[in-house]
DNA sequence: GGATCTTTCTTAGGCTGCTTTATTAAGCAT
DNA sequence: ATGCTTAATAAAGCAGCCTAAGAAAGATCC
């Protein structure tokens, strides 16, 4: 590493830096300077520059290994933090982390439902107001606000292109109504996206390459990330993991989403005999989902089968997303992984080392988010981090105009 | 675009100028200036420097649009060249190209078959000297040698990892003897990769952002490119198509390459009784595959259902691939698509008008390769090119140790 | 307990690739 | 010819990295 110069694109050295200590802090200047290959000097200015920005503090001395023992550096999760806010039909979800990526508040209040979008604005950033107040977070310590939504967005322009249960909020442009609203940058971005960024930034994706964070709301996304950067495609709709091919009952193709998503579950489970004996409502399919999930844990073979069903045509779509990406590591979130999370982990894994094309050379870390539920709000208030503190973006087509 | 930094990493700027050039050209220095974003005092110096490399040359003047006309610079194409070598089981193909990508010479030569490895690297040197004496190119305009084989390699070590006909090469490092041979650099990919940084090199893909070429030989692959920069995953095992899972016959789930590659076509005419009119050898399976391919082009039902039947399974793969990466663009080469290319072509591009998931939003533009017998050959000497010339490389892990 | 060694961290000065600003060059319009 | 517009270069400055050198703080040896 002598005499060669190493750079990273646009000044994003202070993020990778960022992301090592808060990965591995506390850790020492000489460490990072080891692991970024930036040299002893500029180590101390960049960690110098984040220390004057109150982003990280020093923490006391390290083992000496024959000399001066090291300073040791380390986040300092309470000087920023971030909120992520779901949309969902039956509710939305707000949540606030620190700069570590924990949660240190969370808020539930009432879907969308047919409210005006306008209206909807307002009370979004009336409630984030008060969330704040209410853990006495000052608001300049707020990084900004990720809003996560399901379905296919318009990232350019910060709004909704369509989806099911939320239809009034085609093409408005929700992200800088809210950002006016609030007086906060605020984000948009898919709860799979979102996800996967929540992952990264908690720490617990630390020397992985080729990361999915499998989504299974309403329908089926993965968040895909290399090196801790996300992958779009051409037009931010790369990883709809429900649109794979899988095998119908009757050998006819169908995409996965419809066979193995909730909804799918529950629309087979009623048409069984036994469907009555779950208790289900038909009014809220997640809820639905979750009584046979329950069941199936008590050991209802019936329920416990439409569940392996489900699982094991997830696990044929993930064997061919992970191959296609060479994916060594898999998260599992969403309100689908609630209950029956082990079960889908048990039959992924397993399909992944009888099948996975590069088995023999490297594995792949299969786990379920610590926090299926609000792994898409936390990674929408991730994301806000990831964006304010240490952006990044893939290949070079962000400098070439037209 | 004012006052604020434009930054390619790592001195990338002078390869994002060339491929401009190379794609664009000729073109003026303001106009490289706005494509990039740099100032045109900076593009000055930059294309100053690719003139004093004797890279480009200035071709003339432009069209005046009311004040001075600028004067216009392009690609030398005769300045540099590279070589490609792809080894099969049956032959070993060679090919020069000049910096445009234009292929300048051919030579075949008999497959590797069963020599040892190191005299096999002797006669392959030996090859490429002659065939460079022959096309009168100077061996200190070329830039190296790209050497492409099939199956999964050591890109790390440059070898060959394991091969269904090439067994005795398994772990020799053959690109660093190739090299002290040659006194050359040498790079090692493999068939589909090196296919599509063929595309890229040769302006086939302006304009594209998520890019795959389709590579069908022995097995099926994928390389994919995302602004022009390949996606190779956490072990270099991306792309790995022919794994996709596809739906058999009796419903029962195979993997694509066990229906669609060339092998399972000939497999399944040999079962056919038309198989003697076909005049099927069994010898060589692309041999086979091309006589069953002729026999569809000139109006036999049966072998044209045959490759029916692959180009659909390939087209459900390739819908999935394409959902998955959200492609905007995609290539097919290899022999398996020498005569049969346009059904599969048109297969493919049916498949995604009807299905694609971001079909509202934006097409794929499916195309047959312009040469598919050599597009891995000139593909190896691509990258060479874009090793030597515009180095680059996906996300940040690579500064990163450990 | 002091001298020396080792390791950590900072300072100083320099290079490179970019920027901004200013100047020269070369055409069009009147 | 005179000015106007566009193209290209020149000059000076800044930022992010480097190397080199030194200061700080403990470990080790006698």
Redesign the pocket.
Known sequence: ????????AG????GVVLDLIRTRGPI????LAELT????????????QLLDEGLILETG??E?????????VDIDPYSRFAVGVQLGRESITYVAIDLSGAIVGRTRTPGVGSTEPAEMVGRLAAEIDRTLAGLDIAKRSVLGVGVVAPGPLDLAHGAILRSPHLSAWSNVPIRDMLSTALGLPVLLDNDATAAAIGDFWSGRLDGVTAHATVYMGTGIGAGILIDGIVFRGASSNAGELGQVLAAADDGGPVVLEDVAAPSAVVERARSTASCARWGLTGLDEFDDFRRIALAAAHGDAEAGALIEFSAGHLAAGVLTLANLFDLDSITLAGPGFGVAGPTYVTAISRRLETDLFARMRHGVRVRLSPDVANAAAIGGAALVMQHELAPRTMGLSSLVAR
């Not at 590493?1 to 990273?8: L, T």
């Not at 020492?28 to 460490?31: E, F, G, K, Q, Y």
């Not at 000496?64 to 040791?72: C, D, E, H, N, W």
């Open positions: 590493m002598v005499g060669h110069r190493v750079s990273f000044g994003t050295s202070r020492s200047r000489v460490a290959g930036l040299t002893q000097a500029t180590m101390s200015t960049v960690v110098r001395r390290g000496s290994t024959g000399g001066k023992p090291p300073v040791m």
